[in-house]
């Protein structure tokens, strides 16, 4: 047999793909069987005439660099949750745990200097949030593609990720399904599917969770994955004793390297750089963006902190505490730069960029209720960011009619 034959596997799908063409027995599956097929291979179609334009970056290729780019996160959210578990268990004197986890965990221990026993107890936390974001999530995708007739996309891949790495290590599985489920359907479906939606599916799931859960989402509590141990995440310790209590309990290097309590995969400003930093590179991700987010952070904290105040402690937060507490990184890098909600202009991008940083420290210093503003600073500037580009192209369309008019005069 030649090595140009093809695969066995690319032969069954040739053959069962009759079937689900129009007027086979399995027609209205066709999405099914289109998913399966260009999730192995490329798509057949070619364009016939020219000119036209060559480009090896298709969507699926750009939904696999970000799911990859996401490693470093996912890597560290494992270890981080099973150092802070391991390090609470050890607060609390406790040598084991039950269930399927303690069935796992029990012969490992949970020694909070082993490096594998904090990275496989964190993982007996990420997987089952990220296999329940995956299977409800995927069935929601497919279920709107066989009702429509679309097909279903790979930005799922990308969306489910980021949708677990909000999330606190101890939320129920239940909880994870609910907003996966809202994300999907309600920040994405309704309009259309991806590439129709003007907000970000992922933060829409979260956004759910945090207004319809409050209790076990608001980011004030500590998120450590063990019944009984209480505490407070750097934001909360900010916003009720200030600046001198975080860093009485955290040097700001262990919250760039992510050695602190908070949402499973945020909580690792370096990994996210690392991450974030190829997405740049490879232009996926807008830079214009990063740096208008880094700019309004910087720009409005430094405003508050030159302002003070003698009742709110959150004045007195620096913009390299900003930086590396909660979720901003994150956002600034993997949520901002989503090309279907951000601003299409490259001058609008900036500006949306600014907004984000702006509104993020505007509601965490601001609004006691909200200790985290990434979230809901870049929902606020998603809905801006059509009227900013507008803005972006009306001034150009402007600038161009003077020079039209000064070179007829």
Known sequence: ?????????????????????QGGKLERFYVLFEM??????????????????RDA??????MGMVWMCTFPMMFMACFNTGYQANEAMQTLGLTSTEGMRGFFMN??????????????HGMTYFIPIYLTTFIVGAVAEVVFSLVRGHEVNEGFFVTSILYSLTLPPDIPLW?????IVFGIVIGKEVFGGTGKNFLNPALVGRAFLYF??????????????????????????????????????????????????????????????????ILLATKIASWRIVLGCFFGMMATATLFNLIGSD????????????????????????????PVSASMTNTGRFYYGCLIGFMTVLIRVINPAFPEGIMLAILFSNIFAPMIDYCVVKANIGRREKRLEGGKA
Not at 108 to 119: H, K, Q, R
Not at 259 to 268: L, N, Q
């Open 1 to 21: 047999m030649s090595s140009s034959s093809p695969s066995r596997l690319r032969r069954l799908l040739d053959g069962a793909e009759p079937h689900f063409t």
């Open 36 to 53: 399966v097929d260009t999730l192995f291979y490329s798509p057949p179609n070619k364009t016939i005439g020219g000119p036209h334009v």
């Open 57 to 62: 970056l298709d969507l699926k290729r750009v």
């Open 107 to 120: 012969g490992i221990g949970y020694d909070p200097s082993s490096f594998f026993a904090n990275f496989f």
């Open 175 to 179: 909880m994870v399904a609910v907003g």
């Open 212 to 277: 319809a859960y409050p209790a076990s989402m608001s980011g004030d509590a500590v998120w450590t994955a063990v019944d009984g141990y209480t505490g407070a995440t750097a934001l909360g310790i900010a916003a009720a004793e200030g600046m001198a209590a975080v860093e009485a309990q955290f040097t700001w290097w262990e919250a760039f390297v992510g050695m602190v309590p908070g949402s499973i995969g945020e909580t690792s400003t370096l990994a996210i750089m690392i991450g974030g930093g």
């Open 311 to 338: 009742t709110n402690p959150m004045f007195g937060m620096s913009w390299w505490w900003h930086l590396v507490v909660g979720g901003f990184a994150f956002g600034m890098f993997f949520m901002a730069t989503d």
